[in-house]
């Protein structure tokens, strides 16, 4: 097993870990939840640069790779729902009320943010349509690589993420010490805004990106002629 394809290795073993951490009520563990997707998130940019600038693609990395990506995606938006969701939801009555929920919306200065049942639908969602359409269009040929829009969906992604997990720790930490000025409050403001901001954009880019996929490659989709064979 070469270099990359052993940082994704470690990027799946560590994923249960980055989804259990959120849930014990230890700001100290809830640290090393967020440090284990701060590990995850920079071994999933520089697994893939190593293995094309060392020309290092196999089989293997190709199949380790993806499935790498949603479960880190997987692992996250859990704990994240759970923790940040709204304490009820009457869209969906048969969930009823979520233990535990609302523990942890982000704090800004126009009021709480929580997590809606939604975003992680679509986000989710988003993911499973591109691995079925990635998978079909290579069955004819294509090989659909990623694109502007999805790469800034990614950052913007892994940003909201940290942003919620490090505030899963710094709120346990401010409630066991008694924080309660003018500074946590600035903090918990400026963690919120950016936890906010880039949900926001995270999820707009996310039906961009999913619209530009399909616009460009649809095609693979209703088209008789092989996506190999046909001009672009």
């Known amino acids: ?36 997707f701060i590990i995850a998130a920079v071994t999933d940019y520089y697994d893939g640069m190593l293995a094309r600038t060392r020309n290092a693609i196999t089989d293997l990395g190709r199949l380790l790779d993806p499935l790498a990506d949603k479960l ?34 982000f704090e800004t200065p126009f009021g709480d943010v929580p997590l809606p049942w939604w975003i992680v639908a679509v986000v989710l969602g988003r993911e499973v349509v591109m691995t079925i359409f990635r998978q079909l269009a290579a069955k004819r040929g294509l090989i659909i ?15 909201w993420i940290g942003a919620a997990y490090f505030w899963f720790s710094a709120k346990t930490a401010a409630a066991a010490y008694g924080w309660d000025g003018t500074a946590w409050n600035l903090f918990a403001w400026f963690n919120g805004l950016v936890g906010t901001i880039t949900m926001i954009a995270a999820f707009a880019l996310t039906l961009v990106s999913l619209w530009l996929y399909f616009r460009r490659y649809g ?10 064979a046909r001009p672009r």
């Open 1 to 36: 097993m070469n270099l990359p394809n052993s940082l994704t290795a470690g990027r799946i073993a560590i994923m249960p870990l980055v989804a259990w951490l959120p849930f014990v009520p230890s700001a100290g563990w809830r640290m090393v939840g967020f440090v284990l």
């Open 72 to 105: 880190l995606l997987l692992g996250t938006m859990l704990p994240m729902y759970v923790l940040m969701a709204p304490d009820y939801h009457p869209v969906l009555p048969v969930l009823g009320r979520v233990p535990g929920a609302s523990q942890f919306p």
């Open 145 to 159: 690589a990623a694109i502007g829009p999805a790469k800034w969906k990614m950052g913007f992604q892994f940003t």
């Open 219 to 228: 095609y693979v989709l209703w088209s008789r002629q092989p996506a190999a």
